[in-house]
């Protein structure tokens, strides 16, 4: 697999020193990879990491997790979160037509209920799989990286634009966000949810974490670096909040049990409701201390 080395994305710097070695516990595809920091700023990020051309590699089809239909439970939990999410940031807008550009939108499920709640969307997203199933829901969902589309998406033209955990996943975070200030609107509001390193359970399960998902997750922030990326590209941070959710709990500890106990893993894994639900009190207290793994970051022009 070709690897390429990099400089901090954030500062620049080429200083950094080793946190953890990480693999790719969801598929078992080869490959060790290094989690650094930067002496710097503190940015954490692979390096080496598979570059552009390779990294298609570790995303395989409508296999990724984040594509899968989940079960029935699951699936009308998240269609609810994705109405209040649509409800709660078409209310922020206030009334009249919002345009919304979702970057890394996946099947286009939360853009679907926003446009069902009378927004005008668009989408773009790498998997071309995961963005036939959106256009097939009749969603405006495009093929490819941001960079790829930008040429025809108006400057300015967007009220609000999103990215649901997709911001980890760019090779270049300052890039992506340089080009979402350059797209936004004045007086619109850019969303990225992300996961963070500061967070009790990183802490916790170590190279085991859920939330490092490795190498496909090529940066894991913190609230003191996603506020310098925003100052950087000329956006301001408005809010963060914590998320309460207990997945990454319990799927952390289906990671740390999967090479010695692999039997064990159905039971205390994120497929089990109970699991689910014996870890969310946890969660939740994580959350209300501003250390859960999940972080929802407003920005502002």
């Known amino acids: 697999m070709p690897l390429e080395t990099v400089v901090c994305d954030l500062c620049g710097c080429a200083q950094t020193h080793p946190l953890l070695t990480v693999e790719d516990r969801i598929y078992g595809l080869p490959g060790k990879f290094k989690l650094v920091r930067c002496d710097e700023c503190g940015l954490v990020f692979l390096n080496p990491r598979p570059d552009r051309a390779s990294i298609g590699l570790y995303y395989p089809d409508l296999d990724y997790h984040a594509f899968q239909k989940p079960a029935a439970w699951k699936e009308a939990l998240l269609a609810r979160r994705n109405t209040r999410e649509a409800e709660r940031l078409l209310a922020d807008r206030g009334s009249g037509s919002t345009t919304v550009l979702e970057i890394g939108c996946g099947t286009g499920d939360l853009l679907g209920a926003l446009h069902a709640g009378g927004a005008s969307v668009t989408g773009i997203e790498p998997n071309e799989a995961a963005a036939q199933t959106a256009r097939d829901a009749g969603l405006d969902v495009r093929t490819g990286m941001l960079d790829s589309h930008i040429a025809g998406l108006p400057p300015g033209g967007f009220d609000v634009i999103l990215m649901k955990y997709a911001l980890e996943h760019v090779h270049s975070p300052r890039e992506t966000l340089s080009q979402a200030a350059r797209l936004l609107r004045a007086g619109g509001t850019a969303v990225f ?88 009190p946890v969660s939740a207290a994580a959350a209300a201390l501003r250390r859960a793994g999940r972080m929802r970051v407003t920005l502002t022009h």
């Open 193 to 280: 949810w992300i996961p963070n390193f500061a967070s009790l359970d990183a802490r916790l399960f170590g190279a085991a974490w859920r939330g490092l998902d490795a190498p496909r997750h090529l940066y894991i922030f913190t609230p003191k670096t996603i506020s310098a990326y925003a100052q950087a590209v000329g956006l301001r941070v408005a809010a963060i909040s914590y998320s309460g959710v207990p997945n990454d709990w319990a799927g952390s500890v289906e990671f740390a049990l999967k090479p010695r106990a692999a039997k064990l893993t159905a039971l205390f894994g994120v497929g089990n409701p109970l699991m689910l639900a014996a870890w969310l």
